[in-house]
């Protein structure tokens, strides 16, 4: 293997690191522990680990944690009234639906109803529409992840060529914004399933970030020499292991980097998670960002 295994891991830990120690600055100056609220319906295993998974980490930061479980039959206007009450509740500085939602729900009602101020899992798309014309805003967790790997990495993104594969509002189309902006100045090539010669796209690209869902769909022949990969995919193989999108072994021999799965972009997105609430605790009450 010739790659540099980006880790994602140890960055998460060093990260919140820092994360725990501004909360408890925040919390010893001024009186504030940031508060996070997550809301969960129905029993979807997957959704109750990732809620769990937010819990611990948002407690180990020093954080306020609260967990609202909801039954799978809840009607539209109970969960509407939860995220109202949790809007209008100072001790919350952040509100978190997870999804999926069970099929009955308008999952887009209830992100839109989330306060701007609160919206750390950036879903409104209020706070989408002002990242795409440049103002500041939360940042999706997962891309803003992304976007620290890199700039750990000491990767340039300016005047950089990048392929993300996977135009989902949750992951590829807000990273291909926030890389286009001032200041990133990448040159972005949104890619998704019906993109033409995937391959020769992707062979152009001195970063590829993969989002698609799909095991194994960025081979060794697509990337070019030297070239950055990163795998957000995280998909379930025939034997239940936790599998990316990038078929590590061989695209590793290829790469400049890489990030593993687990332990690349996963323990990244939580981490965000906590940034964009510790921010929101600081921004809803005056104080500067630091
Ligand atoms: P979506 O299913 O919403 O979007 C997938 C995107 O990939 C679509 O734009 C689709 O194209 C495109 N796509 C699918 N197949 C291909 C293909 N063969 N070639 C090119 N493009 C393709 O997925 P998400 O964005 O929600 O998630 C993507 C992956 O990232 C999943 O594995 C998910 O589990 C993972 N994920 C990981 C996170 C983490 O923290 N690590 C967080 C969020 C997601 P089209 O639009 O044309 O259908």
Redesign the pocket.
């Known amino acids: 293997m010739s790659a540099r295994i980006l880790d994602g891991k140890a960055l998460a830990t060093e990260v919140r690191a820092r994360i725990a120690d501004d909360v408890a600055r925040l919390t010893a100056e001024h009186g504030v522990r940031p508060g996070l609220a997550a809301v969960i319906v129905g029993d979807d295993p997957a959704s109750q680990v990732y809620v769990g998974m937010k819990h611990r980490a948002s407690e180990a930061a020093g954080m306020r944690s609260e967990q609202h479980v909801l039954p799978a039959d809840t009607a539209q206007e109970d969960l509407e009234s939860l995220v109202r009450q949790l809007n209008d509740d100072d001790a919350v500085d952040g509100i978190l639906v997870q999804l999926p939602l069970p099929d009955h729900l308008d999952s887009r009602a209830v992100q839109e109803l989330i306060v701007p101020a609160k919206d750390v899992d950036a879903l409104n798309p209020y706070t989408a529409g002002r990242l795409a014309i440049g103002d500041p805003t939360f940042l999706s967790c997962?891309p803003y992840?992304v976007l620290e790997l890199l700039a750990h990495a000491g990767v340039e993104t300016s005047g950089a060529n990048v392929v993300i594969?996977?135009?989902?509002n949750?992951?590829?189309r807000p990273l291909s914004v926030m890389l286009t902006l001032k200041g990133r100045d990448a040159t972005v090539t949104l890619?998704?399933?019906?993109?033409r010669d995937?391959a020769g796209v992707c062979r152009g690209a001195d970063v590829i970030v993969a989002?698609?869902?799909?095991i194994g769909?960025v081979t060794a022949d697509m990337v070019r020499p030297g070239a950055v990969v990163i795998d957000?995919?995280?998909?379930r193989g025939e034997d239940g292991k936790l599998v990316g999108?990038v078929a590590f072994d061989e695209v590793a021999e290829v790469a400049g980097a890489i990030t593993p799965v687990p332990g690349g972009?996963?323990p990244m997105?939580v981490t965000m998670l906590l940034q964009n609430t510790l921010e929101a605790a600081r921004a809803r009450r005056g104080l500067p960002q630091r």
């Open positions: 997962t992840g594969v996977g135009r989902s949750l992951v590829g890619a998704h399933s019906r993109t995937l989002a698609a869902g799909q769909l957000v995919g995280t998909n999108d972009v996963g997105t």
